[in-house]
């Protein structure tokens, strides 16, 4: 059930979670961090289809509801080590779904009684593989977030390959322009990778 | 036309351009969350914190119970803020929803020409304290209704209002069959067909002039 980035853009209009005002996010944060449970709840309902999704391609259906229920717990339980200025919060989530998700992996490869699980994977390998999986979708959902042109001129950018310079003849705008809100872009998505790299298990 | 070498490798976090570089449709899908699975979340959530009131109070609720006018903190208003606490648990409408005693139990009709069609029992979405509710799809006279019993439901917050949907099975297409204030006996027109829009959906709606699903569903059950 794959959904193309076009199609998306243009559910995150209808509030999937996406749209809110910076300001919205980072009271959210703070409002989280000091333990009010109905940010917990915002949380949940704006990052609980990315954290699912993605215990889910890792998992298995199976499994996923539960290493959910485990990332936003150890969340709550840890929420003062959050720190907003470190990066988003949906960062933060898949950084300590991360950990979930191989934690649960090695139980699973541990079951030898199970036939259909793979006993002579290299969690090693697998590991670098969950981990990678968890930040492409951390940023396919940090793209929509951004604002429409900067997001389309990185879609254009790193999809479709073109040059900045071909991007600001179809766009109609400077270059200068271009590299600026490319650049842009790229310094809020990194805000994800650092909040991903902050989480611990 | 070639590329600046800085547009290929931007300065910044290293791994940035590879990941974007590498997305596939995969990384875009998305499945919501199971129905249920958040109010499972805040009843752990709950229970943590019970059982640290428990460590903290010791063996003092045992002697408190057995020693009426005794002297120090009265525990009865101790144990009503903590639970007060733990309502508060996410539950935005939740605490606007349960309001004790207001039981507004409907007997809905079962004429003898009625026949059965599916029913379904709505699981909470988030805690709505004794609030339930159930739906059946009943066929009268070539008529399709849907007949929702639901009892202990109060009413909604100030500038709200409950809305009763039916969902098809991926969760992308709600339609409205109206507002819904308890139990409700609602023709299903024809052009929803309730085997594809098998999912009985009760969300809350500020009253903002907006027709789409809030995204805030209160309660929820697929017709079977």
Partial sequence: MSVDLAERVRMSEHGAGVGDAARDVRSLAAEFRRGDERALERVYRDHSALVYSYCRRALGEHRAADATQEVFLAAWRSRERYRPDAGSIAGWLMGIARFKVIDAYRAAGRDLSDPASPATSDVGTDSVDLEQMALRMLVADALLTLPERAREMVRKAYFDDQTHAQIAEHAGVPLGTVKSDIRRGLQRLERHLEAFDDARP | ?224
């Fill in chain 2, 1 to 224: 036309m070639t590329h600046d070498p800085e547009e290929l490798e931007p300065s910044g976090d290293p791994r940035l351009a590879g990941l974007l570089r590498g997305l596939n449709d995969d990384d875009f899908a998305r499945t919501d969350a199971p129905a249920g699975l958040f109010a499972s979340i805040a009843g752990r959530i709950a229970a943590d914190a019970e059982s640290a009131r428990s460590l903290a109070r010791g063996g003092a609720d045992d002697r408190a119970d057995h020693s009426a006018g005794g002297s120090g903190e009265p525990p009865a208003v101790v144990r009503l803020a903590d639970r007060r606490r733990t309502r508060l648990l996410v539950a935005a409408a939740a605490a606007a929803v349960v309001a004790a005693g207001a039981a507004t139990i409907v007997a809905t009709r079962s004429g003898p020409d009625e026949r059965l069609l599916a029913s379904a029992t709505l699981e909470q979405l988030e805690p709505l304290g004794r609030t339930s509710a159930t739906a059946r799809l009943v066929d009268e006279d070539g008529t399709t209704h849907l007949v929702i019993d639901a009892s202990n439901m109060a009413p909604p917050p100030a500038g709200s209002s409950y809305e009763l949907w039916l969902i098809d099975r991926k969760v992308s297409d709600p339609r409205s069959l109206g507002t819904v204030t308890g139990s409700e006996d609602i023709v299903v027109p024809s052009s929803i067909d309730p085997k594809t829009y098998a999912i009985v959906d009760i969300s809350l709606e500020p009253d903002d002039g907006d027709h789409r699903h809030s995204g805030h569903s209160l309660m929820r059950g697929t017709l079977g």
